[in-house]
């Protein structure tokens, strides 16, 4: 079956990315004007789509067909809004890794990540949304309580978790610029360091005493699952790829950033509209930020990324940018489906997606997702913090690694 028309396939995605709710960025201070990428506006088609990327998914206005606008600008570091919670986040959890385990190995390993050379993204995104909801609901800030500030510690240690099982079924080299777990101890003992650490998540999530948040980061762990399983895999028509890609990657990237800032929202006493909004601002920016990370991994160097360059390529995974490069170049089909396995495959594929439109147009469609999440952004009360959270869009449209 030949590629979608570069018309039909935007049309595609801008479905695609309506999916609902089942479906070093450090320190920076912003003045944020986001900058204009090239112009491929997304017109219709493929509006069956939705439903069959995730079973009972609604339809969302993630996408819009009009070229977005800029934002003001706003001088305000969202780092640095909650550095006062944030700057122990590593300590804290490396304090929790200890207290339940006397195994010194066991522990040395599970910290390995807790080195604070991370991003940090998540837990500062749960600070500042729980810091913006007290100024929409209180209408003034406030010390946030212990189970908001455990929410946000958690969201690392599952991150970090999902990084150490990827990197055994990866066998990875490298991770932040240092030797990866897997490469210092055997994989054995990184697996279950791993679960260990997902373990510990979830005597902490237990001892938030709230039914409702249980449930939500929950289903975190079954989507970081069920998406490393559709990673294992591919679609053999053009038509599915896409679907199965962006479902994979709420899956594994954007459903605990949706999810841990729904249960922080939940934690504030929000309402079920603003408790949606979270959700699906998190949803949004998780999308955006997998879709840069995706089109980072053909356009940055080897030392900004801190992983080898390629790196998704050379494990036989088709991104966003090759699935649009097909349009133009339909030989990516074969090598798609064959994971990019014979010789020269990965070096002809990112050729080709380079000669192509496929990293502007990976770069639109992770735009789209950040307008999206300014949207929901601005309707909560204006403060320092909801400042931060527009700023965040920047931040992850914007990086470079």
Same mark, same amino acid.
């Given at each position: 079956?030949?590629?979608?028309?570069? $018309?039909?396939?935007?049309?595609?995605?801008?479905? !695609?990315?309506?999916?609902?709710?089942?479906?070093?960025?450090?320190?920076?201070?912003?003045?944020?004007?986001?900058?204009?990428?090239?112009?491929?506006?997304?017109?219709?088609?493929?509006?069956?789509?939705?439903?069959?990327?995730?079973?009972?998914?609604?339809?969302?206005?993630?996408?819009?067909?009009?070229?977005?606008?800029? !934002?003001?600008?706003?001088? $305000?570091?969202?780092?640095?809004?909650?550095?006062?919670?944030?700057?122990? $986040?590593?300590?804290?959890?490396?304090?929790?890794?200890?207290?339940?385990?006397? /195994?010194?190995?066991?522990?040395?390993?599970?910290?390995?990540?807790?080195?604070?050379?991370?991003?940090?993204?998540?837990?500062?995104?749960?600070?500042?949304?729980?810091?913006?909801?007290?100024? /929409?609901?209180?209408?003034? *800030?406030?010390?946030?309580?212990?189970?908001?500030?455990?929410?946000?510690?958690?969201?690392?240690?599952?991150?970090?978790?999902?990084?150490?099982?990827?990197?055994?079924?990866?066998?990875? *080299?490298?991770?932040?610029?240092?030797?990866?777990?897997?490469?210092?101890?055997?994989?054995?003992?990184?697996?279950?360091?791993?679960?260990?650490? &997902?373990?510990?998540?979830?005597?902490?999530?237990?001892?938030?005493?709230?039914?409702?948040?249980?449930?939500?980061?929950?289903?975190?762990?079954?989507?970081?699952?069920?998406?490393?399983?559709?990673?294992?895999?591919?679609?053999?028509?053009?038509?599915?790829?896409?679907?199965?890609?962006?479902?994979?990657?709420?899956?594994?990237?954007?459903?605990?950033?949706?999810?841990?800032?729904?249960?922080?929202?939940?934690?504030?006493?929000?309402?079920?509209? !603003?408790?949606?909004?979270?959700?699906?601002?998190?949803?949004?920016?998780?999308?955006? %930020? @997998?879709?840069?990370?995706?089109?980072?991994? %053909?356009?940055?160097?080897?030392?900004?990324?801190?992983?080898?360059?390629?790196?998704?390529?050379?494990?036989?995974?088709?991104?966003?940018?090759?699935?649009?490069?097909?349009?133009?170049?339909?030989?990516?089909?074969?090598?798609?489906?064959?994971?990019?396995?014979?010789?020269?495959?990965?070096?002809?594929?990112?050729?080709?997606?380079?000669?192509?439109?496929? &990293?502007?147009?990976?770069?639109?469609?992770?735009?789209? /997702?950040?307008?999206?999440?300014?949207?929901?952004?601005?309707?909560?009360?204006?403060?320092?913090? @909801?400042?931060?959270?527009?700023?965040?869009?920047?931040?992850v449209l914007n990086r470079m690694k």
């Amino acid at each position: 079956m030949a590629c979608l028309g570069s $018309v039909r396939l935007c049309a595609r995605v801008e479905k !695609l990315c309506q999916i609902g709710q089942n479906a070093q960025v450090r320190r920076k201070a912003s003045s944020v004007k986001l900058k204009q990428f090239v112009d491929l506006p997304l017109t219709r088609s493929a509006v069956k789509s939705c439903q069959t990327a995730v079973p009972g998914s609604r339809l969302l206005s993630s996408v819009r067909s009009q070229q977005p606008g800029s !934002l003001p600008e706003y001088r $305000v570091d969202p780092y640095q809004l909650v550095d006062d919670d944030l700057k122990n $986040v590593h300590f804290d959890i490396q304090e929790e890794l200890r207290r339940h385990t006397s /195994h010194d190995e066991l522990y040395t390993i599970a910290q390995y990540y807790f080195d604070g050379q991370g991003k940090c993204l998540r837990p500062m995104l749960c600070l500042l949304l729980s810091h913006a909801l007290n100024f /929409h609901i209180h209408k003034k *800030d406030k010390p946030l309580p212990e189970a908001q500030r455990r929410v946000a510690m958690i969201s690392e240690m599952v991150h970090s978790a999902s990084l150490i099982h990827d990197d055994v079924i990866d066998c990875s *080299d490298f991770r932040r610029g240092k030797p990866s777990v897997n490469v210092l101890w055997n994989h054995k003992k990184v697996a279950m360091s791993g679960d260990f650490i &997902l373990a510990v998540a979830s005597i902490l999530i237990a001892r938030i005493n709230n039914d409702d948040v249980t449930i939500c980061l929950g289903q975190v762990l079954t989507d970081l699952v069920q998406g490393e399983f559709m990673q294992l895999g591919s679609k053999e028509t053009e038509n599915e790829r896409f679907t199965h890609y962006l479902t994979k990657t709420y899956r594994k990237t954007a459903s605990l950033i949706a999810n841990y800032l729904k249960a922080e929202s939940m934690l504030a006493g929000a309402d079920e509209g !603003l408790t949606e909004l979270a959700f699906q601002y998190g949803r949004n920016v998780g999308l955006a %930020f @997998q879709l840069v990370d995706d089109l980072l991994d %053909f356009v940055a160097s080897s030392s900004a990324l801190g992983k080898p360059a390629a790196a998704d390529l050379k494990l036989g995974l088709a991104t966003a940018p090759v699935l649009f490069a097909c349009e133009k170049y339909p030989e990516l089909n074969a090598m798609i489906m064959r994971r990019f396995q014979e010789p020269g495959d990965v070096e002809h594929a990112f050729e080709l997606v380079h000669k192509s439109q496929g &990293l502007e147009q990976t770069q639109f469609l992770a735009r789209k /997702h950040c307008v999206e999440a300014q949207r929901l952004a601005e309707r909560i009360a204006e403060s320092p913090y @909801q400042k931060g959270l527009l700023v965040v869009t920047d931040l992850v449209l914007n990086r470079m690694k």
